[in-house]
């Protein structure tokens, strides 16, 4: 089983910035997809932003594109997300999701609350 573990959350102003990381445990990460997903109350979970193990190729949700920016590190085990400009509705637990089939995993969330 893999651990997830996120960490970088907090309370910022509208317009701040915020770094999320997600420390993997195991040796499967390199060859792992990444991505974050974040769920506000009453809504959906839904994904944020999506990297390959290689860290070649990404994907956005429309919301965050040209604010957010996934980044991974393989030699740390760690992924990343920059979240800059950042807005009320960004407000949310952010989750990490590792992709590897019977090994896909969650991490336990970590809070983000942007407000004045």
């Known amino acids: 089983q893999v651990q997830l573990v996120e960490s970088g959350g907090g309370l910022v102003q509208p317009g701040g910035s915020l770094r999320l990381s997600c420390a993997a445990s195991?040796?499967?990460?390199?060859?792992?997809?990444m991505a974050w997903y974040r769920q506000a109350p009453g809504n959906q979970r839904e994904l944020v932003a999506r990297i390959t193990s290689g860290g070649g190729y990404t994907n956005y949700a429309d919301s965050v594109k040209g604010r957010f920016t996934i980044s991974r590190d393989n030699t740390k085990n760690t992924v990343y997300l920059q979240m800059n400009s950042l807005k009320p509705e960004d407000t949310a637990v952010y989750y990490c999701?590792?992709?590897?089939?019977?090994?896909?995993?969650w991490g336990q969330g970590t809070q983000v609350i942007v407000s004045s």
């Open positions: 195991g040796s499967i990460f390199r060859f792992s997809a």
């Open positions: 999701y590792l992709e590897r089939g019977q090994y896909n995993s």
